[in-house]
């Protein structure tokens, strides 16, 4: 198994029991028997143990090999060898008294430098060792023509309608005067309306006497009325 991948499923094991701590050192410039160098913490000996268990499972899973699992009786420092990478799970005391860091702690990898590389590395395997998937006629001509088909077409441009202009108002129709409506108002009024009667005088009648002259023109007048007396 490639060292990158292998360093990821370890790392992958050791999140996956919330290990606490994790370094992992390059150790080709300074042995030949392993390339990678895994420090953990457990907070319990059942701890350690489930993160040994994790490791070892997660590796035989992705058809890793482990060689050899030592201290599981303790629960202290318990080491998986996994051939090219030794891990070593610790309880927090254990770790600070031995201080491996100082013996391995020369060239530290960078965890996340180290699960993208592994992950970028898989997936171009994947990709190569993938066949490609055969594709018949009619699949190919249909996908050209949905290529032509999402073209963006060219949009026809539409002639602008004209505004339509307001019918003018034919020439019988005129507008009333002024006089018409003041003469259709008063014929509207209602007939009932009529003239109050005037008021009478209040007061009492004083008689004058007439004059001599119209007294005199009243005798003429009624002389000339009074009839002849026929002769014999």
Request: hydrophobic share 40%.
């Amino acid at each position: 198994m490639d060292i990158k991948k292998l360093q990821t499923l370890v790392v992958d094991a050791l999140e996956d029991v919330k290990a606490q701590e994790i370094r992992i050192y390059d150790t080709t410039h300074l042995t030949s028997l392993f390339d990678r160098v895994a420090i953990a913490s457990g907070t319990s000996n059942r701890q350690t143990k489930a993160l040994a268990a994790s490791v070892r499972d997660k590796v035989k899973s992705k058809g890793g090999n482990v060689l050899s699992i030592e201290g599981e009786q303790t629960g202290e420092w318990v080491l998986v060898d996994l051939g090219d990478m030794i891990v070593h799970i610790m309880q927090p005391a254990i770790r600070a008294y031995y201080r491996l860091e100082e013996i391995w702690g020369e060239k530290e990898v960078k965890l996340g430098a180290a699960k993208r590389t592994a992950s970028s590395t898989a997936a171009k395997q994947a990709e190569a060792d993938a066949p490609a998937p055969k594709r018949s006629r009619h699949l190919t001509v249909n996908a050209s023509q949905a290529v032509d088909d999402d073209e963006p077409k060219k949009a026809v441009r539409k002639p602008r309608a004209k505004p339509a202009t307001p019918a003018a108002p034919p020439a019988s129709k005129k507008k009333p005067t002024a006089s018409k409506i003041i003469s259709d108002k008063a014929t509207a009024a209602p007939a009932a309306k009529k003239k109050a009667p005037p008021k009478k005088a209040v007061g009492k009648t004083v008689k004058v006497a007439a004059t001599k002259t119209a007294t005199a023109s009243k005798k003429a007048a009624a002389a000339k009325r009074a009839p002849r007396a026929k002769t014999a």
